[in-house]
């Protein structure tokens, strides 16, 4: 019986080994796809927009950034402002995110403004999110504002798009607790 039952652990401990070698196996044939699936449509723009080999050079770009959030507990609310201005420039791999990637594939004339607006308006919405939910977080303590990690958020977020944070200042502050109260 033990023996019967070693004999089959064996066998099922081999199949499972096998289906893990084809399941990398075949991630690493799509993944492959991918990338030439990518060249192919940069090619391909290439060509339809007599681009004759020319792609968007990003430069150095500065952003402003200001986010407005009114916590509210109920019983008063906090106004929650944070502005910063930011400098970013390529990485040094001088590579672009996957976002300037698509743009450059998918509209024809694409230039170095377009790709500035599309990260603008990236980065101008994740740090919206991020700021509102760091001031929405608590339902029964006011926010910090000063606290807020914006300069970490854009870091993160340039980053992932092989983009350089390279100056960055910026504060946080609320206008104080305004109690909602009548008056009788």
Not at 29 to 46: F, P, S, V, W
Not at 102 to 131: C, Y
Not at 134 to 156: G, I, K, M, N, T
Request: net charge negative.
């Amino acid at each position: 019986m033990r023996d019967t039952m070693a004999t089959e652990l064996e066998k099922l401990e081999k199949e499972i080994d096998s289906a893990e070698k084809l399941l990398l196996r075949k991630k690493l044939e799509y993944e492959a796809a991918i990338e030439k699936m990518h060249e192919l449509l940069e090619e391909k723009a290439r060509l339809t927009k007599g681009l004759d080999g020319e792609r968007v050079s990003l430069q150095e770009w500065n952003y402003t950034w200001q986010g407005k959030v009114v916590w509210y507990d109920g019983d008063g609310t906090v106004d929650c402002d944070y502005r910063a201005e930011m400098a970013f420039r390529p990485g040094s791999e001088g590579t672009k995110g996957p976002e300037v990637r698509k743009l450059e594939i998918e509209n024809p004339g694409f230039k170095e403004e377009d790709a500035v607006a599309a990260l603008q308006q990236s980065l101008k919405k994740m740090l919206d999110s991020e700021f509102e939910d760091y001031c929405s977080d608590d339902d029964y303590y006011q926010p910090v504002v000063e606290d807020f990690e914006a300069e970490y958020c854009a870091r993160e977020w340039a980053e992932e798009r092989g983009l350089e944070l390279i100056r960055f200042e910026g504060n946080g502050s609320d206008g104080g607790y305004k109690p909602k109260f009548r008056k009788w």
